[in-house]
């Protein structure tokens, strides 16, 4: 399979939801960061994106609404190093009333350096029932505006191409 990954330059359009230097405990044997670690950049970047959608304290206290993480494909492009300065960026690619797919990229800012990527597919949740749910009138519209913005940047984003929203 041949993907064509987006330059650093194309993955800085996009909002920058976590910037974190990485802490020489996330050091494998190998000598660079562990890939347990890949996961909690992507959500810890996760939680700034969903706050722009509408999805805060509230929603998931009061309304009772969350999400289910479904599915997900990684791609580790380049070593990242205790030490290194990383960003967190996302891409909404589609939505339909319950779910949305995207995709997170990783840059190493200290090594100019795309490190990863995941696709992700996601649910909109009810969290009494325990069930997938459609999202809320107010949530759908942010989702789609954001949607709709992002699908005017001039670069595909690398889909494995076996996910959708």
């Not at 949607?147 to 959708?164: F, I, K, N, T």
Request: net charge negative; charged share 25%.
């Amino acid at each position: 399979m041949s993907v064509r990954f987006p330059s650093v330059g194309n993955v800085r359009e996009l909002p920058e939801l976590l910037t974190q230097a990485i802490p020489a405990e996330w050091e494998d044997y190998n000598g660079h960061v562990n890939i347990q670690y890949y996961m909690r950049l992507y959500e810890q970047g996760g939680w700034p994106l969903v706050g722009q959608l509408g999805l805060d304290e509230s929603y998931f206290r009061d309304r009772r609404c969350g999400l289910f993480d479904l599915e997900h494909h990684l791609f580790y492009l380049s070593e990242v190093y205790a030490g290194d300065e990383v960003s967190v960026h996302c891409r909404l690619l589609d939505k339909t009333a319950k779910r949305f797919h995207g995709m997170m990229f990783l840059l190493n800012q200290t090594r100019n350096a795309l490190a990863g990527t995941m696709e992700f597919v996601t649910s909109g949740a009810d969290l009494d029932a325990r069930r997938t749910a459609v999202f809320p009138d107010d949530i759908a519209v942010r989702m789609s505006a954001m949607v709709d913005a992002q699908r005017g940047l001039d670069w595909d984003a690398p889909v494995c191409g076996v996910m959708s929203a």
